[in-house]
């Protein structure tokens, strides 16, 4: 019986590797004080499970970062201690998309390293230049790069074929990109990250939400993803967190936001 059991285990290490950290990020559109108390409470719940938070849309004013230390105070009454960055607003010379980013993480698995910056390099080139944060999990060091492109109708890919030269840049740091890229996975302009070992979490699978349901189907566009070096990971998971289900009218979910998270669940290689 012994023996069997300890066939058992062993077949679970070699085939199910250990977890070792999840990453959620969600456009959270205009993140500020617009978002009620009883919104950052759902939110918080959505997102507790989670090692890394991503937040894309936080708004620069109209209480951007209050919304952000209301939401890690509310996770922080969910059972763990999280910890937060802010980023300063990002340099768009157009006023209107003008915005920050914020990463929030659990400390009792994830210790920052050094300070999270905004990237200047290409912040003449990109308006909402992506937002970086170093954090170390299990003695191994990763690099979040959250990022919110142009919409769709003003050519987010006149941005993002930017970020081939960010593995460069950093050459010593294991990137991850992701966030709100207002463009699929499947479009060239993503063609040289994936020559460079990169591949996206998922593939076709939408992550904006429709004005109303068409039957079943809620979601309108394949724009948020991960992208990662596929010789640094196992993943162990990745998809969507449907969270507009809890709601009969699609309208009341879109007062939440108008895309869903998606998530990452890795283990390392």
């Not at 659990?106 to 170093?134: M, N, Q």
Request: charged letters at 25%; aromatic letters at 14%.
């Amino acid at each position: 019986m012994l023996k069997r059991f300890v066939i058992i285990f062993v077949f679970i290490v070699l085939v199910y590797p250990c977890y070792a950290l999840s990453i959620c990020s969600w456009n959270l559109e205009n993140f500020g004080k617009s978002k009620s108390a009883s919104t950052i409470e759902f939110v918080a719940n959505t997102l507790k499970n989670y090692d890394v938070i991503a937040v894309v849309e936080v708004v620069a004013g109209n209480g951007g970062a209050q919304a952000v230390a209301a939401l890690v105070d509310a996770l922080n009454r969910k059972g763990a201690k999280w910890d937060y960055s802010i980023s300063n607003p990002t340099s768009s010379a157009n006023k209107y998309e003008i915005e920050r980013y914020a990463f929030i993480w659990k400390t009792s698995k994830l210790k920052k390293i050094g300070d999270a910056w905004l990237e200047k390099k290409y912040s003449s080139e990109i308006a909402r230049e992506p937002y970086f944060i170093t954090l170390e999990n299990e003695k191994k060091q990763f690099t979040v790069c959250a990022f919110h492109a142009l919409p769709k109708n003003k050519q987010p890919e006149t941005e993002i074929k930017y970020f081939k030269f960010l593995p460069a840049e950093y050459p010593t740091l294991n990137l991850i990109f992701c966030g709100d890229f207002n463009c699929p996975q499947s479009h060239s302009v993503f063609s040289p990250l994936k020559s460079m070992g990169y591949a996206s979490a998922m593939v076709g699978q939408k992550t904006s939400l429709k004005q109303k349901c068409v039957g079943d189907q809620c979601l309108a566009s394949e724009y948020d993803n991960f992208y990662f070096k596929k010789d640094r990971y196992n993943v162990l998971r990745a998809g969507i967190i449907a969270f507009y289900k809890s709601f009969s009218d699609l309208k009341e979910a879109r007062k939440i936001s108008d895309h869903v998270p998606i998530f990452l669940e890795v283990s390392w290689k």
